[in-house]
């Protein structure tokens, strides 16, 4: 049975070939959009999923309050992590983790590479899962043996065995520490939280900074784990933690804490980003999860409604063979299994079809978020052939289970009369198609949008200097000067300042009171001309200045204007603000606001001291600011580069361009318009070419019509206005409501990415309904007059 209900479909299929390659093409590449949406969202379900025993890992976070403000921090005390194993029974382990970067160099190969050097406790391999590849796992627990992954290896050897081989660290003071590589394991996927290339035992965190820290509670480590047997007893374990709260407090009274919290690590990736100073890699952001499922939803949708509409109206063409079989004897059953046969039929190719575009479409979506890598495997992922055969039903009951009902249902005796006449007119038709451009004119809404905000954000003041400015992050004294000697010699650069915080890198938190009033604000440390150099606004009071040196980096500070603001000043000018309580500094300027961040979070109170460069060995950065001209940017930055490396030959330049800073809000910007810019057009060619499908059918139906129309006299206008003034109220109607759809989905996921972004305008609305409007309507006209050209005498004799 299923066998002929095989050969009919196919030959009924074959009768409408230009029908059937349009709903095949449009179901494809919803269903393409689908394959690449599953792929991105598996990625990010799949976060740490590797790691076999991340359900008994739990990060160790504290929690500060601060006039009702709830902040969780992602460090805590160096030393809690021994005071755990010392003194607390119910873990079973304990251990640090932190990632530097550092250049690692073979001397017998003179190879040279920027390395991501990672110092762990011993317990982080035997519950982060690396597989081993060869060599000991346990090595990194001596002082001088290494842990590498084998694609780190590979830069260096290739092929060869890399066991034994000894490899140079150069710290940030330029010594030199070698360790030999006892044991190679797999590169962590990217959905991993925990990376690493080069691993080391924790204790030579200490030797090779010697900053004094490693019994100090005023320093935090990066990361620090608790790992149960027993994951159920972390929730009886997590109160044991406050006995360390107070002697925390006594060496950090500028950070009081009220909590420690263990977090899990399951869970930790898909909340990171909402945590400060966590440095761990974050599950992808919301947009680039939500963006592809909602493509994917909204092209489906279209897909499908236009496939269900083609079905209806050339139901029409088939309603003698649906009598026929019915008068003998053919039940409604079997006429709806022979419509879902040829529905399923045309999925199936859709469906291979959209194999084919995937494998062009998810590398490419791949290559544009930093940190993903989606594959496509029908080897090694057995979930995506299951995805498929869920897709095939999926789409084929969406599409075509309402159709074979609707078609089945006629009586006979209706249908060999005559009198019965369906498809291309209906009221389900006209649903269906108003749906279907909605969907449309929502993805074309969303395509405007993003690209009028990504150009909004590209030239959004931010309050300071980004096309201008070079900056050089340095490490030690050795660095700076002979960097600033690079910056001072080259007269493409116009001003140099230096900066131990730099705006977005480095800065910290403190508490300013005034009297008896309190605010946290983001505290930078700079040099002299730091403001003047980054562009910073004076709109009150004066800079520092290299004359009042002295008094201004004992006593001085400069604030922006949300700090004036949440002090309620209205003249900020000469003020006092005591900085946690124990240095008084007096206001002497007011800066503009300023985006710390990007476009990311919202502009916060920020307060500017004056600090002379001094480098204490304690593992952060410093920062040489250059400002150039625009167009010369690239050739300053490829100049520095190259002193530096014939300067400092042990260690890869370490410059960047301000605007890398707001690389990622640029990047989700981008993408996101690039994802949206290619769902409107997809949706916007389905929908035409649904069009064209609906009103070519209608005029097949309606020829006579036409025909005698024309015998009476009608004028061409006059019956293209007639034959299209349904489907022109219909695109205005859906217009109307898919602007207004757009509006609020749309705004509500811009929202929910950027704190600022560009409002809609007259052109958001506009664009998406003139461009719809405009090309449906020329398309029906001209399929209109090409029929209505047609000689009457051959219509009247049409049938």
């Known amino acids: 049975m299923f066998k002929n209900y095989l050969k009919v479909a196919l ?31 598996k990625f990010n379900w799949n976060f740490d999923k590797n790691h076999v025993q991340i359900d008994h890992i739990y990060k160790l976070h504290n929690l500060t309050e601060n006039n009702g403000d709830v902040r969780e921090y992602g460090r805590v005390p160096m030393p809690l992590a021994d005071a755990i194993k010392n003194d607390l029974v119910g873990a079973d382990r304990t251990f640090r983790f932190e990632a530097h970067t550092f250049t690692v160099r073979d ?56 066991i034994g081989k000894v490899l140079t660290v150069f710290d940030d003071t330029g010594m030199s520490f070698n360790f030999t590589i006892a044991g190679v394991v797999e590169k962590a996927p990217q959905n991993s939280s925990v990376q690493f290339e080069f691993l080391i035992g924790f204790e030579n965190r200490f030797r090779m900074y010697d900053d004094g820290v490693k019994g100090n509670w005023g320093s935090f480590a990066q990361a620090t784990f ?34 420690y919290l263990l977090i899990p690590m399951n869970i930790h990736a898909h909340i990171s980003n909402e945590i400060r100073w966590d440095n ?50 053919g039940s409604r059953r079997q006429l709806i299994m022979q419509f879902m046969a040829e529905n399923l039929t045309v999925c199936f190719l859709a469906i291979l079809m959209s194999i084919g575009i995937a494998y062009f479409l998810v590398p490419a979506y791949s290559a544009m978020w930093q940190g993903m890598d989606l594959q496509m495997s029908f080897m090694d992922d057995i979930q995506l052939y299951l995805f498929l055969i869920v897709l095939l039903v999926f789409t084929t009951l969406l599409a075509g289970f309402y159709p074979s009902l609707y078609v089945s249902k006629y009586e006979p005796v209706s249908i060999l009369r ?26 074309m809404f969303a395509s405007v949008a993003f690209v009028q905000n990504a150009r909004y954000q590209d030239t959004l003041d931010l309050g300071f200097n980004r096309d201008q400015i070079i900056v050089v992050s340095v490490l030690n004294d050795n660095e700076y000067q002979k960097t600033l000697t690079s910056m001072l010699s080259n007269p493409d650069i116009t001003q140099v300042a230096s900066a131990k915080n730099h705006i977005g890198r480095g800065n910290y938190n403190a508490i300013l009171k005034n009297q008896d009033k309190e605010v946290e604000s983001d505290m930078i440390d700079v040099g002299i001309d730091y403001l003047q150099t980054m562009g910073l606004e004076m709109v009150a009071g004066r800079a520092f200045s290299k004359e009042l040196e002295a008094s201004d980096s004992e006593g001085s500070i400069v604030i922006n204007q949300k700090l004036a603001e949440a002090f309620d000043w209205t003249d900020p000018i000469g ?39 001094r480098f204490e060995d304690d593992g952060t950065n410093s920062f040489v600011v250059a400002k150039t001209d625009v167009s010369k940017t ?31 809000a640029k990047e989700v910007n981008d993408n996101i318009t690039t994802i949206f810019g290619f769902l409107g057009l997809v949706a ?28 009476l006299g009608s004028s061409l206008g006059q019956i293209v206005y007639l034959i299209n003034k349904d489907y022109f109220i219909l695109l205005l109607v859906s217009s109307g409501l898919g602007v207004t759809l757009g509006y609020y989905l749309i705004d509500t996921m811009i929202a929910s990415i950027f704190t600022h972004y560009k409002a809609m305008d007259v052109v958001t609305f506009s664009a998406p309904v003139v461009t719809l409007v405009l090309v449906s309507l020329t398309i029906a006209s001209l399929r209109t007059l090409k029929f209505a050209h047609v000689n009457p005498v051959q219509a009247l004799r049409y049938e």
């Open 11 to 41: 030959r009924n299929l074959l009768k409408n070939k230009v029908f059937v390659s349009i709903n095949i093409i449009g179901l494809g590449l919803a269903l393409a959009c689908c394959i690449v949406a599953y792929l991105n969202s």
């Open 107 to 162: 001397v017998q190969q003179d190879k040279v590479f920027n390395t991501s050097v990672c110092y762990a406790d011993p317990g982080f391999l035997e519950s982060f899962t690396f597989p081993l590849i060869r060599g000991d796992l346990s090595a990194y627990h001596g002082l001088e043996s290494a842990i590498v992954t084998q694609e780190y290896a590979r830069k260096f050897y290739g092929e060869e065995d890399p």
């Open 226 to 259: 608790v790992y149960f047997n027993d994951p159920t007893k972390a929730e009886a374990f997590e109160p044991l933690l406050s006995k360390y709260i107070e002697v925390q407090n006594e060496a950090r009274p500028d950070f009081i804490i009220s909590k």
């Open 280 to 329: 761990l890699r974050d599950a992808m952001p919301a947009a680039a999860t939500l963006t592809p499922q909602i493509m994917a939803l909204l092209i489906l949708l279209v897909a499908c409604f236009n496939f269900t509409n083609t079905a209806i109206a050339t139901s029409n063409r088939r309603l003698k063979e649906i009598g026929v079989r019915k008068v003998l004897g």
């Open 418 to 443: 005559g009198s019965l006449s369906i498809g291309g007119s209906g009221k389900l038709t006209k649903v269906l198609l108003a749906s279907q451009y909605t969907f449309t004119v929502i993805a």
């Open 575 to 613: 003020k006092r603000i005591a900085v946690n309580d124990t240095t008084t500094l007096t206001v002497v300027g007011v800066v503009k606001n300023f985006y710390m961040y990007g476009f990311w979070a919202p502009i916060v109170p920020v307060g500017i001291t004056l600090k002379s460069l």
């Open 634 to 664: 690239k050739q300053v930055y490829d100049d520095l580069e190259a002193e530096w490396n014939s300067k400092i030959p042990t260690k890869v330049f370490n410059g960047f361009f301000q605007n890398d800073l707001l690389r990622e």
């Open 684 to 711: 916007f060619v389905l929908s035409s070419l649904g069009l064209f499908t609906l009103v070519s059918i209608n005029l097949i139906r309606r020829v006579k019509e036409i025909g005698v129309r024309k015998v």
